[in-house]
């Protein structure tokens, strides 16, 4: 089995990055434009809503198969959100998407002392992933942002 890990996208792989992509009909899941990495990265430069922006590679063992982007308020307790989290289309359906999703978790967990919650909005139409992240522990929290259900992960301490 892979190791999953994550790497601060960089001046090193930004290039692998920008290839991967998700099937034409998960686009509209995932972001507006195209290639989804460039959105991330564009957000990582621009800081929307004040948020530091932190766009993640997910590596199976060595190979690049996916992208997650935390967006961050530092020292909040609350103010973190999960943003164009996807698995390659070539790599989808082998379980990288479960373990990157708990090793991103654990990540913000270590990294964040001050979080007590992990937040994020799921397209209505996704059923793979509103199922992806209740497995995970969030749960829907009858909010919406942006006409998608807030989904929120309260952290052990909070």
């Not at 930004?14 to 990265?41: K, S």
């Not at 922006?53 to 609350?78: C, M, N, R, T």
């Not at 979080?115 to 909005?121: A, E, F, G, K, V």
Request: glycine fraction near 6%.
């Amino acid at each position: 089995m892979a190791t999953i890990t994550l790497r601060e996208i960089n001046r090193h792989n930004w290039r692998a990055a920008l290839a991967l992509t998700v099937r034409p009909e998960q686009q509209r899941f995932i972001a507006d434009h195209a290639p989804i990495v460039a959105i991330a990265l564009a957000k990582a430069y621009v800081r929307p809503g004040d948020l530091t922006w932190l766009p993640y590679l997910i590596h199976a063992d060595e190979q690049p198969v996916g992208l997650v982007e935390l967006a961050y308020a530092p020292g909040s307790p609350d103010r973190y959100w999960v943003h164009h989290f996807f698995i390659d289309r070539s790599q989808q359906g082998q379980g990288y998407g479960r373990r990157a999703l708990r090793a991103f978790i654990a990540l913000v967990v270590a990294q964040h002392p001050a979080c007590r919650q992990i937040n994020l909005t799921v397209h209505p139409d996704n059923d793979h992933a509103q199922w992806l992240y209740m497995n995970a522990g969030f749960r829907a929290t009858g909010e919406e942002r942006d006409g998608e259900p807030v989904y929120r992960l309260v952290i052990a301490g909070g």
